[in-house]
């Protein structure tokens, strides 16, 4: 991709976060696309090309009037919206289509109009996981961790405390759902979940949607919002099974996306003001910390112990407050590309003075599938 020739034109979250039983899973979608919409100054009419998860891009379309000259449906969990940033990037280069609407919307919360999300017997994870006794991302998530804790000899104390710091970003945003002060002790005091998971160490469960609208770097000039550049992108996959992961202390699909994104952006880390990892669970930020190459193996953990990533320190991460603690709808990367964007736009509810360079790194099931986007709000 040629770096900063894509910008984000557009960008917004639903009306409401949190729990919001008047609308369904499709209106989520909707609200969030008009509101990114009125946000770019476009209209449904000027958008030919549609991306999304959770819903069909056939049913996006159709709901908002729109006849697409191109559509990506990826649809491998939380980081799809990373990979459609990508995909439509790709695509606003080729001359496929001039101006991407990509969307989300879940009612995780509330269940309305939701989407099944079965678990199929024939799959892989169906006949060699779940008769052993594994049931939903926190018995699966556990996996990992157990061997992550042993191996690097990181305690439930120094994972509790990722759910601290980013709870003190939180504070500093009226949108979050959570938002009073927490203690190491409050997290490891708070109800088991799966052990070493405490609830407070798992991600939210709301209703919410976001859009985002990508358009060439040229059109850009021509719209409202200051634009936010693609200067880097990376995607990979590794395993339906969580048992099957390469090495439980890392992930293979974001170590290629990482290496990917940081290397078409031509950056270092050095250059880096700003960053979100996906954080379903605590432990997620340290393997994005490590995998990225911000921290060594093992040692992400006294990093943030260390309050590198917290308000004021050297590495601003989840300043939204996360899937902690700001929303978590189920595919929580939307929302991690907004706050990108709202950073380098300089709106973000807790502003990073001076970000020009805003990482985005998302994870899809269970280290199953990553996407990572590298933005810029400097064109030269």
Sequence with gaps: MKPKSVAVVGAAESTD???IPGLSQIQLHADAALNALRDAGLSPSDIDGIATAGETPTTVAHYLGITPTWVDGTAVGGCSFMIHVRHAAAAINEGLCRTVLITHGESGKSRVGASPRPAFPASLAGQFEAPFGVMG???????????????????????????????EWAAKNPRATFKEPITVADVLNSRMIAYPFRIL???????????????????????????????????????????QMENFTSSRAFRISGKKAFAEAGI?????????????????????????????????????????????????????????SYMHSG?????????????LRGVAAAQVKGAKISIAHGVGGMFAASGTIVFSNQRE
């Design 331 to 343: 595919m929580y990367g939307m929302y991690a590309l907004q706050e990108s964007v709202r950073q």
């Design 201 to 243: 160490m798992c991600c939210l469960v709301t209703d919410g949607g976001g859009a985002l609208i990508l358009t060439s770097a040229d059109r850009a000039r021509d719209l409202p919002q200051k634009p936010v550049y693609i200067l880097g992108t990376g995607e990979s996959v590794e395993s339906p099974m969580i048992s």
């Design 137 to 167: 991302p926190p018995t699966m998530f556990t996996i990992p961790v157990l061997r992550y804790m042993k191996t690097y000899g990181i305690t439930e104390e120094q994972i509790a405390m990722v759910s601290v710091v980013q709870r």
């Design 268 to 324: 270092t880390h050095k250059d880096v003001d700003h960053l979100m990892i996906y954080d379903a669970f605590a432990h997620l930020p340290l393997y994005g910390l490590e995998d990225l190459g911000f921290c060594e193996p093992g040692e992400a953990a006294a990093f943030i112990v260390g309050r590198n990533t917290a308000p004021g320190g050297r590495l601003a991460l989840n300043t939204n407050g996360g899937g902690l």
């Design 17 to 19: 976060l949190g729990v």
